[in-house]
Antibody, heavy 118, light 108 residues
Framework: QVQLRESGPGLVRPSQTLSLTCTVS??????????WSWIRQPAGKGLEWIGH???????SYNPSLKSRVTISMDTSNNHFSLMVNSVTAADTAVYYC???????????WGQGTLVTVS | SYVLTQPPSVSVAPGQTARIPCGEN??????VHWYQQKPGQAPVVVVY???DRPSGIPERFSGSNTGNTATLTISRVEAGDEADYYC???????????FGTGTKVTVL
């Protein structure tokens, strides 16, 4: 049973860089059966897809965030990471990482981590 | 860009049927997934590939997808079904993943 866990600072200053890591256990992020995504959810609002990482290292980003976002993988530690540059209060949200199956299903999710920009 | 429109809220009495639409032009040509999210929790898959159910999800949850609307149906609604529900697709033309705007289901 795969498990995902987000980690990183809960408080980030405006204009700084938000950095989060998703540690995966029970499965390899190098497996071509799956891909990996970051999603966020501001308080009281809906889910927003941030970006995606394929086992090949190829990435895809939400156009609304693309200029500020980088997603990368560390296969030696079996985790993948999110960086969001130049954050503002609008980036305050619960951030989730998820494993995505070949039919684009967000099958497994981390518990989420709250990041506050202030 | 792809936008999946859902009603903000649906109210239903216990034992009745809740239907949650998810609209976009020609969504019937895509595979739609549905997630349930309860307060303070991560989303959970309730229906995938338009109408399939993961193991452990009650048969009361079903889905359909045709034309411009995908629909999640919850039959014989129970108090425990009260949650937010989101549809989701992958847009192959852009390689972007899209979530619906979300629907809060309230059990009266």
């Amino acid at each position: 049973q795969v498990q995902l866990r987000e980690s990183g600072p809960g408080l980030v200053r405006p204009s700084q860089t938000l950095s989060l890591t998703c540690t995966v256990s029970g499965g390899s992020i190098s497996s071509h059966r799956f891909s990996w995504s970051w999603i966020r959810q501001p308080a009281g609002k809906g889910l927003e897809w941030i970006g995606h990482l394929y086992a090949t290292g190829r990435t895809s980003y939400n156009p609304s965030l693309k200029s500020r976002v980088t997603i990368s993988m560390d296969t030696s530690n079996n985790h993948f990471s999110l960086m969001v540059n130049s954050v503002t209060a609008a980036d305050t949200a619960v951030y989730y990482c998820a494993r995505v199956t070949g039919n684009a299903l967000f099958q497994s999710w981390g518990q989420g981590t709250l990041v506050t920009v202030s | 860009s792809y936008v999946l429109t859902q009603p903000p809220s649906v109210s239903v009495a216990p034992g009745q049927t809740a239907r949650i639409p998810c609209g976009e032009n020609n969504i019937g040509l895509k595979s739609v997934h549905w997630y349930q999210q309860k307060p303070g929790q991560a989303p959970v898959v309730v229906v995938y590939d338009d109408s399939d159910r993961p193991s452990g999800i009650p048969e009361r949850f079903s889905g359909s997808n045709t034309g411009n609307t995908a629909t999640l149906t919850i039959s014989r609604v129970e108090a425990g079904d009260e949650a937010d529900y989101y549809c989701q697709v992958w847009d192959s033309s852009t390689d972007h993943y899209v979530f619906g705007t979300g629907t809060k289901v309230t059990v009266l």
